[in-house]
């Protein structure tokens, strides 16, 4: 009896091969190569190794380094037919410098082609704007002044120690695809950038009039006057300070307008238990900074939400309950060795009002003792406490949709998707992991994290193609089994679908024998390669 030993090679396979039909039906190495050609010479175009950086934050998110190392683990060659060899780090560095000229056009062709190929509705965009910190000095004058730079700036991780850059993302309503990319520079305010943002995704999409869903930051009146010019209508919410608590404490929440909402969160619970949220309507008038600057007018939706009003009272009484033991011990400790002066008592006040966030409600008075020494008697406004009390729980939207078209409920509705823009920032940051970012050069950051938006349209492509899948196949909250050990019903997220595909490798023989896939583990692994109709054979 003869054994004959067969050397066979495994590879990691994963989500490559969905991960490349979907670059292919997008043209992305098609679109990079069209705009940013490569030499006759070259062994690899431009195009190529951009894809490859795609499938690379896709299938294994790191730092840009050794992707030539997982290029060589992974199944790169046979599934993008691309040499491992030729993504060392000069090479990737060299496309980085190619693309960063016609970033803009780059991703606006392709997320034209994605409206194109998988019948994006984008008649409602949700607009918001993100920072990622940057370790490293970054000098002013050694930044390339054509593209955003890195700056100190207001960064949402609060680190101020770090200057920042920042992206400009808008996402659809149909499925959370992010369908509009910007790289802003760091200490570029988020108020600025709406007016860009409304003419690129008109010329991506092609459309003139859309509805645009964004934060409070939305709200100006330049950009108002801006979005009513474009015709594009908009829903954004006042920030807290426009509107006088004492308009709100006047409301009474049970003449207002019940809205039939269940956030996902809760859709589980029982009816008694799911939050109450009701709407109400009036106007609200914006004025220019200039006299001659015409007021304008729009549509004001004040919201209450019984979820939000039980919060906020349980954080007022927890802050006031901490300011209250704050200022008694002070109380106590005033004209002694820590607090002899009025100067002292009067800054430690300041302290407190400040961390406890009490200043607006909290009444001091410091007064000279028979032994002269300074004494501290305070109390808090109970009037101003009991009319903030009755304003907790609402908030305003502001809108100029046609009453016709969209009631109050409607507006309140389509608002409350503005969290996808925000789930697809975390997936930026967490699952792709955008930092930390190895590059010295502004030009190369921002070709990089344009990049990294394209691996982001990608991966919620992927997401919206197996929820459509499920409820064409009769699923109509488009939920599967599978997905937990538990094997309850989930809705399937990107990162559920990766991470299932991720233990898929291909084993290659000796010779001319061709790869083929060396074991499938989960049932759920053909289920999810099924709605992707994705074949591996």
């Known amino acids: 009896m003869r054994a004959v030993v067969a050397q066979v090679v495994a590879k990691r396979l994963g989500a490559l091969p969905v991960v490349a039909e979907f670059l292919h039906r997008l043209r992305v190495a098609e679109s990079v190569d069209g705009l940013c050609p490569a030499r006759d010479l070259a062994l690899a175009t431009h195009g190529e190794v951009i894809e490859a950086l795609v499938a690379n934050r896709l299938t294994s998110p790191r730092p840009l380094v050794r992707v030539e190392d997982w290029a060589r683990c992974w199944a790169v060659r046979e599934v993008l037919e691309l040499d491992p060899g030729l993504l060392n780090d000069d090479r990737l560095g060299r496309a980085l410098d190619a693309i960063a000229p016609r970033l803009q056009e780059i991703t606006g062709s392709i997320a034209a082609r994605a409206i194109c190929e998988f019948g994006i509705d984008t008649a409602v965009l949700h607009w918001d704007m993100t920072s990622m910190s940057l370790s490293g000095a970054y000098d002013p004058d050694g930044q390339d002044p054509d593209y955003p730079r890195v700056a100190y700036g207001h960064p949402k991780d609060r680190r101020v120690d770090l200057k920042q850059i920042q992206a400009g993302l808008g996402v659809s309503a149909d499925g959370a695809i992010p369908l509009l990319a910007t790289a802003i520079s760091g200490g570029t305010g988020e108020i600025t950038q709406v007016v860009a943002a409304i003419a ?34 908009f829903i954004a919410p006042l920030p807290a300070s426009a509107t006088d608590p004492a308009l709100f404490a006047a409301l009474d929440p049970a003449s207002a307008e019940r809205v039939g909402y269940v956030p996902l969160r809760v859709a589980d619970r029982p009816t008694m238990d799911r939050p109450d949220y009701r709407v109400l309507e009036d106007t609200h008038t914006l004025t220019g900074k200039r006299r001659s600057d015409p007021p304008i007018t729009v549509r004001r939706i004040l919201v209450y939400s019984a979820g939000n009003a039980a919060a906020q009272a349980k954080a007022r ?48 008075e410091i007064t000279d003792g028979p032994d002269g020494k300074p004494s501290l008697a305070w109390h808090f406004d109970q009037d101003l406490l009991e009319t903030r009390a009755k304003a907790e729980g609402w908030y305003a939207l502001i809108t100029n949709q046609d009453p016709a078209t969209a009631d109050a409920a409607a507006i309140f509705l389509a608002y409350k998707g503005q969290p996808q823009v925000e789930r697809r920032y975390h997936e930026l940051k967490g699952p792709l992991a955008v930092a930390p970012v190895f590059l010295h050069g502004n030009k190369r950051i921002a070709a990089l994290l344009h990049v990294l938006m394209l691996a982001l349209l990608v991966y919620s492509l992927i997401e919206r193609q197996v929820r459509r899948a499920l409820e064409r196949e009769g699923s109509p909250d488009g939920k599967m089994t599978g997905l937990y050990p538990d094997n309850r019903r989930e809705r399937p997220t990107a990162r559920m679908i990766f991470y299932h595909l991720g233990e898929l490798d291909l084993a290659t023989g000796p010779g001319s024998d061709p790869p083929h896939l060396l074991h499938i583990t989960r049932g759920v692994q053909l289920h999810l390669l099924d709605l992707l109709e994705i074949s591996l054979n």
């Open 200 to 233: 690129r995704f008109q010329r991506t999409a092609a459309v003139k009039r859309f509805l645009m869903i964004g934060d409070s930051k939305l709200v100006s009146y330049d950009n108002l006057t801006a979005l009513s010019g474009a015709e594009v209508e």
């Open 317 to 364: 009484d927890k802050r006031l309950a901490k300011a209250r033991g704050d200022l008694e011990k002070l109380a106590r400790l005033a004209g002694g060795r820590y607090y002899p002066t009025r100067e002292k008592i009067a800054a430690k006040i300041g302290v407190i009002a400040k961390e406890r966030r009490v200043t607006d409600v909290l009444r001091t």
